[in-house]
């Protein structure tokens, strides 16, 4: 699916974490919205522990040891970093924070079709899908 709510800086943190998920709050309404995340200690942290509960979430996380309990994020790293961290050396974080915004919206969101999407792209996916309003 769609990455909803990310960050990018030079280390794993709890305001990190904390940053991705006020992006993706502001995107999505997140009433009762359950939050799975490995066992980093940025994810266990009193920051992102309150973060949650402020909003109204659940946080859950994956079993010690069991990779394949987060293994959408892990396919999404290992694309990521085969496309976007391996293709050159970047001249500042800069320009490698850019590339990678980059490819997440216009090659990950709306031009790479996911085979569990129908072999849509989770833009097209979520258009598709989005819930009607009433006026």
């Not at 940053?19 to 995107?27: F, K, M, Q, T, V």
């Not at 915004?101 to 969101?109: A, S």
């Not at 792209?121 to 899908?129: G, L």
Request: hydrophobic residues 40%.
């Amino acid at each position: 699916g769609r990455i909803v709510g990310y960050s990018i800086d030079t280390r794993m943190k709890a305001s990190l974490a904390v940053s991705a998920l006020r992006n993706a709050i502001r995107l999505r309404d997140p009433a009762g919205t359950v939050v799975h995340s490995d066992r980093g200690s940025q994810f266990r942290s009193k920051k992102f522990v309150k973060a949650l509960r402020r909003n109204g979430l659940t946080g859950s996380m994956g079993r010690v040891g069991a990779c394949g309990d987060n293994a959408a994020m892990e396919s999404f790293f290992a694309l990521l970093q085969r496309n976007v961290l391996n293709r050159q050396r970047w001249q500042t974080r800069q320009d490698l924070r850019l590339a990678m915004v980059t490819w997440i919206e216009r090659t990950y969101h709306r031009r790479r079709r996911q085979r569990r999407l129908g072999k849509l792209t989770p833009i097209e996916f979520e258009t598709i899908n989005r819930p009607a309003h009433a006026a």
